[in-house]
């Protein structure tokens, strides 16, 4: 037992003085090591606390290939090419009155899944994801004059949180799940990994990072880590993709994106700790940390793969701090050797945006792309094009990846074990993913509004998303 | 509840077998136990995939899953119990 600050008795929990004592002596036997830790809560305490599944296998190269000489920093998410700036006002604007004409021809028709409620449950969805933007350095905010903005370490004149890099990672994974995030995968910033961030993004040799408000952001010239948070998104919701219920499971996911964001990076100054990233998307890319970070894998339709979560997370979503963490390495669980077979994604985008062919290749030649990944480069203004020119807010290739399952039966477990284990069955397994009818339900009774309400998941999350 | 019950039943077999054979009443060779095991996993990867499927609201794919490996099921049960011989 132990006197706490405030004076109350902690127990450590135990096992019993022989036993503990006998696995601690075989754990320093086997490892050859020392016993460094005080007891079992400092032992489980030490562990970074993510568990893989077996056939998940970290590895120190991700699977896609990277030639790290050729890649450049991007320039900002606003060249992406799902932003206006790439199609110039005309085009982008010309793009914004079909979606209307379309959305409003739609409506008066009640084409299914366009009815007016569908277009609530959308435009609703989407809520905070815009018009709400969170500071660089992480949200502030009062309530009255009673309370303080922050109640960091330094404003109750306390010394900061400490702890190793394990303990630290544990911290944040825990505070991950709390605030709503699946999984978090960890990447230090090196001279590599820092290619990966946005060029608007600087380095300066200053204590605190800071936005100077020219569109640049800037940030301390020190050791710093790149949290990367997978942000769930409904499968419920977006099983019925062919409709306006897409864009509830995008925006809902957003939104809920903004305000764990904020939560983290509150958590982080809390601690006595910096933080920087804010909104979303003003750091960096969300697949390239994903993919280092070891969240999942790069696939052929350009987004990250989880083994666990398949394609149905909306983003990476990264945080900084200079909270010493634990890295995690990138993955293999054979997915995108999977990709090569499978083409599920290429063979549904109703857009062609999407690559067909069977190898990765070294791309990067439209101004919406980054040279440097030998990847699937999509064709981006086919993609964008039709996912906004018509009101559908696609996002086909993500719902009816194989990857995505409810997770209810055991079999998909299996059919993972094979992926990565033999992958000569892996195009069987892609014809019999259709032949089984996964994929978007397109069955009336299988829209949103006609299910019973109490089997839809609280915020459209079943539990296969986290 | 559905699993324990499956449990219940799967125990209750197995010790009137079990039975069975400490009575002499049958034998069971080597290749009948493996083949027995294999049956058994089976019987349960069906039920599991077929209901799990309902859960998942993907009805094509329960019934699919019930032709792909209800059929090698049946193949084993078939073989398993050939492989008992009653004394």
């Known amino acids: ?466 | 509840m559905f699993w324990f019950i499956y449990g219940l039943l799967v125990g209750a077999g197995a010790m009137r077998l079990f039975i069975w054979i400490n009575q002499g009443l049958v034998t069971v060779p080597w290749y009948g136990w493996a083949v027995g095991i294999i049956t058994f996993l089976l019987v349960t990867l069906v039920i599991d995939t077929f209901f799990g499927s309902f859960r998942e609201r993907e009805p094509k794919a329960a019934w699919m899953s019930l032709l792909f490996l209800g059929i090698p099921t049946l193949v084993f049960a078939t073989i398993t119990i050939m492989t008992v011989r009653w004394v």
């Open chain 1, 1 to 466: 037992m132990d006197k706490t600050n405030n004076g109350k008795t902690h127990h450590h929990s135990t096992v019993g003085k022989k036993k503990y004592m006998s696995n601690l002596g075989k754990a320093a036997g086997v490892t050859g090591l020392e016993n460094k830790y005080k007891d079992l809560d400092d032992m489980i305490a030490s562990d970074p606390g993510r568990k893989l599944p077996f056939w998940v296998k970290e590895v120190d190269k991700p699977t896609v290939e990277i030639d790290w000489d050729a890649l450049n920093n991007f320039p900002s998410m606003y060249q992406t090419c799902f932003n206006p700036e790439v199609y110039g006002e005309e085009e982008y604007f010309q793009m914004c009155d079909d979606q209307k004409a379309y959305n409003v021809e739609w409506m008066k028709n009640k084409v299914p899944g366009h009815a007016i409620q569908d277009n609530a449950i959308a435009h609703a969805s989407n809520w905070l994801w815009k018009g709400f933007e969170i500071p660089w350095t992480g949200p502030k905010w009062e309530t009255d004059p009673l309370h303080q903005v922050y109640y960091t370490p330094e404003e109750f004149g306390v010394p900061r949180y400490e702890g190793n890099p394990e303990q630290n990672a544990r911290l944040i994974r825990v505070a991950a799940r709390v605030f709503g995030s699946s999984d978090v995968g960890i990447v230090k910033l090196t001279e590599k990994t820092k290619k990966l961030l946005w060029g608007s993004i600087r380095f300066e040799n200053v204590e605190e990072g800071y936005d100077p408000g020219d569109g640049t952001k800037v940030l301390p010239d020190k050791d710093l880590w790149v949290i990367c948070s997978a942000m769930p998104q409904s499968l419920v919701l977006g099983k019925a993709t062919s409709d306006s219920n897409w864009a509830g499971t995008n925006g809902l996911a957003y939104s809920f994106t903004k305000i764990y964001s904020g939560r983290m990076s509150a958590f982080l100054r809390s601690l006595g700790y910096q933080a920087y990233g804010g909104d979303m998307d003003v750091l960096g890319s969300a697949v390239g940390f994903g993919v280092m970070s070891g969240l999942g894998e790069y696939s052929r339709m350009g987004q990250m793969i989880s083994p666990r979560f398949g394609s149905m997370f909306r983003t990476s979503l990264l945080t900084i701090t200079d909270l010493p963490l634990a890295e995690t390495k990138p993955i293999d669980a054979g997915m995108l050797k999977f990709c090569k077979s499978c083409k599920k994604c290429a063979r549904t985008c109703p857009s062609g945006a999407i690559s067909h062919k069977d190898e990765p290749f070294w791309g990067g030649d439209d101004p919406w792309h980054n040279k440097g990944i030998k990847g699937y480069y999509i064709r981006g203004r086919l993609c964008f094009g039709h996912m906004f020119k018509y009101p559908t807010n696609c996002g086909i290739c993500q719902t009816v990846c194989p990857f995505n399952k409810m997770d209810k039966a055991f079999i998909h477990k299996l059919i993972k074990m094979s992926i990565k284990y033999l992958p000569a069955f892996n195009k069987l397994i892609a014809e019999m993913d259709d032949l089984f009818g996964y994929g978007l339900e397109k069955t009336e009774s299988s829209l949103l509004w006609n299910r019973n309400p109490e089997t839809i998941p609280l915020y459209g999350l079943d539990q296969s998303r986290s």
